[in-house]
């Protein structure tokens, strides 16, 4: 079965050093891996997607993320934190193998960046 | 930038009521999903819909809930008699042939 672990609840970082929001996945076969960010009372919005190729990702509002298979991980990075990127990130996973297409969601990690 | 959007923003109704949750998915996407999420918590997978039926349920997508693609520009999701528990953020999205999944803002639905 597919999971997606997001194991910080919360994540703080001050204003310009760099964050990490770790994720990391569990299927059987090969995955399609996404970060998506949520602010308040709004959608979940696309940031960036693994789907093959290159393991480091680069997506929207300089986030990237890489893609690391022998530790499941799919950890999302920006080099320098701004106050407006606090939200709620979650990360999602699709087994192309299991003939699905739905997404699984982490639990979402909130991130706080401190002025 | 075309994007998907969910109407009404907000639903307040009783327990017992049918709501119906309506969606506009991005006009040459072929994949349309419904999603929930209790109190900015989880999101929570309920159904995908291709080729105007139903591809994936998931075991939260009982015989209270239905979907319909009524008019090839619409995508509803129906509760047949809502309880307290099916208070959520319901989340449309669709997807086109490339590998993403764009989300509507989300429709709040608080059933007292």
């Known amino acids: 079965a597919q999971s997606v672990a997001q194991p910080e609840d919360q994540v703080n970082v001050a204003e310009g050093n760099p964050l990490t929001v770790k994720c990391t996945y569990s299927v059987s076969g090969n995955p399609y891996l996404f970060w998506y960010v949520q602010y308040p009372n709004r959608g979940l919005q696309f940031l960036l997607k693994y789907i093959t190729g290159d393991n480091l990702v680069k997506g929207s509002y300089g986030f990237e993320a890489e893609f690391n298979k022998s530790q499941t991980s799919f950890h999302l990075k920006k080099p320098s934190a701004l106050v407006s990127d606090s939200a709620l990130y979650f990360c999602?996973?699709?087994?192309?193998?299991?003939?699905?297409?739905?997404?699984?969601f982490g639990t979402g990690t909130r991130l706080k960046v401190l002025a | 930038e075309p994007e998907v959007t969910q109407t009404p923003s907000h639903q307040v109704t009783q327990m017992g009521q049918e709501v119906i949750l309506r969606c506009v998915p991005i006009s040459n996407h072929l994949y349309f999903y419904w999603y929930r999420q209790i109190l900015g918590q989880k999101v929570e997978f309920l159904v995908s819909?291709?080729?105007?039926?139903?591809?994936?349920k998931s075991e939260i997508f009982d015989d209270q809930f239905s979907v319909e693609r009524p008019d090839g520009s619409n995508f509803t999701l129906k509760i047949r008699s809502t309880k307290l528990e099916d208070s959520a953020m319901y989340f449309c999205a669709s997807k086109g042939l490339k590998e993403t999944q764009y989300f509507g803002p989300g429709t709040r639905l608080l059933v007292l």
């Open positions: 819909f291709y080729n105007n039926e139903i591809s994936e």
């Open positions: 999602a996973v699709r087994d192309t193998t299991s003939g699905t297409y739905k997404y699984i």
